[in-house]
Nanobody, 119 residues
Framework: QVQLVESGGGSVQAGDSLKLSCAASGRTLSPYAMGWFRQAPGQEREFLARITWTYGRTYVADSVKGRFTVSRDNTQNTVFLQMNSLKPEDTAVYYC????????????WGQGTQVTVSS
């Protein structure tokens, strides 16, 4: 099994920054990539960014490109999401997920961390 624990969420003002962390552990952890997603009330889950584990190749969705960046610390099995210039529409529950090497999908998910941005 794989466990993911997100942290770093909170309530901020528009224009502020937050850095989310996601610590991964588990005997079957063998990540190809780790991704960040979010889901606002009444909306579908939205992909934000992903980073490949071995080479650190990143991809950021156009909707947040230029404001959000993804990075990782392999030594700590941790992935980060740096969020700058936050807007009220960024308010959502943010999730990290792992896609293992032997999978084509994100199979393991964290419990989520709430981010609330007020104007």
């Amino acid at each position: 099994q794989v466990q993911l624990v997100e942290s770093g969420g909170g309530s901020v003002q528009a224009g502020d920054s937050l850095k989310l962390s996601c610590a991964a552990s588990g005997r079957t952890l063998s990540p190809y990539a780790m991704g960040w997603f979010r889901q606002a009330p009444g909306q579908e889950r939205e992909f934000l960014a992903r980073i490949t584990w071995t080479y650190g190749r990143t991809y950021v969705a156009d909707s947040v490109k230029g404001r959000f960046t993804v990075s990782r610390d392999n030594t700590q099995n941790t992935v980060f999401l740096q969020m700058n210039s936050l807007k009220p529409e960024d308010t959502a529950v943010y999730y990290c997920a792992v896609r293992n090497i032997d999978s084509l999908t994100y199979d393991y998910w964290g419990q989520g961390t709430q981010v609330t941005v007020s104007s």
